[in-house]
């Protein structure tokens, strides 16, 4: 999970709102300064910081929640409400054919990013192929090269050529039938004049749709000035920050970004070119609070190569609310990827559950393990009870884990979980429209 201290600081701040039996002053107070210390922790600019917990204090004093709703879910809601302004606008990507130009300094992801880009377009169903304009650093040209052969789609670059723009006139015409064209332009250690004159001769000749500046996240608030001085000089239409996997500090990277007032288009998780995410404000916040997605659960269904028909019966199982030991562990077995099943713990909504998910998000081996574990437990069970687990009592239990080698605890741990499963997807199909969501996803 992206921001993980963050995340789990504000994960606990909201299961204490949620227990709590009151809201009162004292209450807000005890919010106001958790959230306000979660910011700061994950590198969020003090101002920006300091203007939402304000907003929040003022809101939570003054505003009042409409009928219906209680005033724990209410605080939540403005918690919610408030950060969302510092996550991010929504990525304005449109899948048309266009030319993509990636620009930022050294090191930040700028031509995994492009492989990671030319992947998710082909995905999409477009056709890629990727431009090698960085000039400066060794090795560039095989290294863009190489991914483009990793993913399988077009390269052009002229090796040992030292004028960008050459190359970019060529390869914008070589690849002139191809509907996506992305530029990997060179960086600096730092920002400097030479850079920005290059990008802007780039800009010229390419008259890309989009220029996306590649930030890397564990930079933090620093990039700021560089991210204003670049969109000063070529206009950033949208922004990827990488290496959103590799910090607890990413809130550094959100503050840059607000700074410039640039949508947020991808962030990237990881080394592997799948390890990239179109940007959702919505989607990214309700993860990181733990509120549940699920649009990104059925992603994590469309990345496994089950049928549609599959996924939706086991779905609209689980989501009735009815289901039983067997379509669990059919589930579970299913999606036991660890990418995927990743995806999935993330996607549960797990604040108000309390004590939050046994499943360790970083321990996906141990998961991995603990279903073969289950699979000997319930080959023990009785079909009467995989059936209908809610019959089974003490004595079954003591019965069921001599039978399977196993021990009490372990099967009291996997009713648990099973009941814990049940109840996080009923809540899920309580907070949005589940079949309209099934229908228009997969
Ligand atoms: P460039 O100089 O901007 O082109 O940067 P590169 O694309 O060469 O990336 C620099 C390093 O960061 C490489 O080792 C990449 O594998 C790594 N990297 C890029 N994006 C991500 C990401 O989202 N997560 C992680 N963990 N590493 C990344």
Request: hydrophobic fraction near 40%; glycine fraction near 8%.
């Amino acid at each position: 999970m992206v921001l993980d201290s963050l995340a789990s600081s504000l994960r606990e701040t909201i299961r204490k709102v949620t227990g709590s039996s009151y809201v009162d002053s004292e209450t807000i107070k005890e919010v106001v300064r958790d959230v306000q210390r979660a910011l700061l922790k994950s590198d969020v600019n003090v101002k920006l910081a300091l203007q939402l917990t304000k907003n929040l204090e003022t809101r939570a004093k003054e505003e009042k929640p409409p009928a219906g709703m209680t005033s724990q879910d209410f605080l939540v809601k403005i918690i919610y409400e408030e950060l969302l302004k510092i996550i991010g606008k929504d990525s304005k990507l449109v899948l048309k054919p266009q030319v993509i130009m990636l620009v930022g300094l050294y090191g930040q992801g700028k031509t995994t990013s492009a492989g990671k880009l030319a992947k998710f377009f082909n995905k999409k169903g477009m056709s890629c192929g990727l431009i090698a304009a960085d000039i400066h650093r060794a090795a560039a040209y095989e290294q863009l090269d190489q991914i483009a052969k990793q993913v399988g789609v077009p390269f052009f670059g002229i090796k040992g050529e030292k004028n960008p723009v050459k190359i970019v006139k060529a390869g914008l015409k070589q690849l002139e039938n191809i509907q996506v064209k992305i530029i990997d332009t060179s960086g600096r250690d730092a920002l400097d004049e030479d850079l920005i004159s290059e990008i802007k001769d780039l800009k010229q000749v390419a008259s890309p749709d989009e220029v996306l500046y590649v930030l890397d996240a564990t930079i933090g608030q620093q990039a700021g000035p560089q991210a204003r001085a670049i969109d000063e000089a070529v206009g950033i239409t949208g922004v990827i920050i990488t290496k959103m996997d590799g910090t607890g500090k990413g809130g550094g990277a959100l503050s840059a970004v607000s700074e410039i007032n640039s949508p947020i288009y991808f962030i990237g998780t990881g080394e592997h070119m799948d390890d990239l995410e179109i940007f959702n404000g919505n989607k990214f916040l309700s993860r990181l609070l733990g509120l549940g997605d699920l649009e990104t659960l059925m992603e994590a269904f469309k990345d496994t190569n089950i049928t549609e028909e599959e996924a939706e019966e086991s779905l609209s199982k689980l989501m009735s609310g009815k289901f039983n030991l067997m379509d669990m562990y059919d589930v579970w077995e299913k999606f036991a990827q660890p990418s995927i099943m990743r995806k999935m713990i993330d996607s549960l909504p797990l604040a108000k559950i309390p004590g939050g998910n046994k499943i360790n998000p970083n321990d996906i081996e141990t998961a991995q393990n603990k279903l073969s574990t289950y699979r000997v437990i319930m080959d023990s069970m009785s079909y009467k009870e995989l059936e209908n687990p809610e019959i089974i009592n003490s004595k079954r239990i003591q019965r069921v884990a001599k039978g399977s080698g196993t021990s009490e605890v372990q099967v009291r741990q996997l009713l648990r979980e099973y009941k814990a499963m049940k109840d996080n997807l009923k809540m899920m199909k309580g907070n949005r429209g589940f079949k309209k969501l099934l229908k228009n996803q997969i």
